[in-house]
């Protein structure tokens, strides 16, 4: 099973951007997706958006389309996401997951969750 | 855009059976998947599918869907199993990639 590794906290200011790393270790990384899911304090999760490496496009969610970036770097088996103008609302702790898509009778799940990265914004 | 509702909070006598469950529109189209979190914990995959359980996840843990409502049942709940629980599904936005949680439901073995 693929084990995913996320970058380490981050405090910024508001305004400023982060940039949060996922490499992928121990299985396929190319044709699974890579979502990214972020839980603020006391929170539920909530979903940003995803890419497949292997064709390089992203989704994103409409609530964070204008403000993330998602890439994903085949030869070093790595995700990221960048997130910009941040407010104090986005302190939150960020995951990344393997999105796998089992069509009718399995579904979408994430199988495979990074340790999460706490992003702090504050002045 | 989808969304999908969750009890805030559930409680189960130790050994007893609970199911916590999820309702939203896009549950007539997809799949719900489960997650277990704990606190300070990334969450882990305990049902996806029609049914199905992730090697390691116990078979106390069971999932079934009714038109747009998700279920989630732990029979013969365990003190170990008090957590938080989180829904997922596909969303409607034609996204390929998007989904949707739930708000969450925190259960609490007595």
């Known amino acids: 099973q693929v084990q995913l590794v996320q970058s380490g906290a981050e405090v910024k200011k508001p305004g400023s951007s982060v940039k949060v790393s996922c490499k992928a270790s121990?299985?396929?990384?190319?044709?699974?997706?890579i979502s990214w899911v972020r839980q603020a304090p006391g929170q539920g999760l909530e979903w940003m958006g995803g890419?497949?490496?292997?064709?390089?496009?992203?989704n994103y969610a409409q609530k964070f389309q204008a403000r993330v970036t998602i890439t994903a770097d085949k030869s070093t088996n790595t995700a990221y996401m960048e997130l910009n103008s941040l407010r104090s609302e986005d302190t939150a702790v960020y995951y990344c997951?393997?999105?796998?898509?089992?069509?009718?009778?399995?579904?979408?799940?994430?199988?495979?969750w990074g340790q999460g990265t706490l992003v702090t914004v504050s002045s | 855009s989808s969304e999908l509702t969750q009890d805030p909070g559930v409680s189960v006598a130790l050994g007893q059976t609970v199911r916590i469950t999820c309702q939203g529109d896009s549950l007539r189209s997809y799949s719900a998947s489960w997650y277990q979190q704990k606190p300070g914990q990334a969450p882990v995959l305990v049902i996806y599918g029609k049914n199905s359980r992730p090697s390691g996840i116990p078979d106390r843990f069971s999932g079934s869907t009714s038109g747009d409502t998700a279920s989630l049942t732990i029979t013969g709940a365990q003190a170990e199993d008090e957590a938080d629980y989180h829904c997922y599904s596909r969303d409607t936005s034609g996204n390929h990639l998007g989904g949707v949680f739930g708000g969450g439901t925190k259960l609490t073995v007595l």
């Open positions: 997951g393997r999105d796998v898509e089992g069509g009718l009778d399995e579904g979408a799940r994430f199988d495979s």
């Open positions: 121990g299985g396929i990384f190319n044709t699974y997706a």
């Open positions: 890419i497949i490496p292997l064709f390089g496009i992203p």
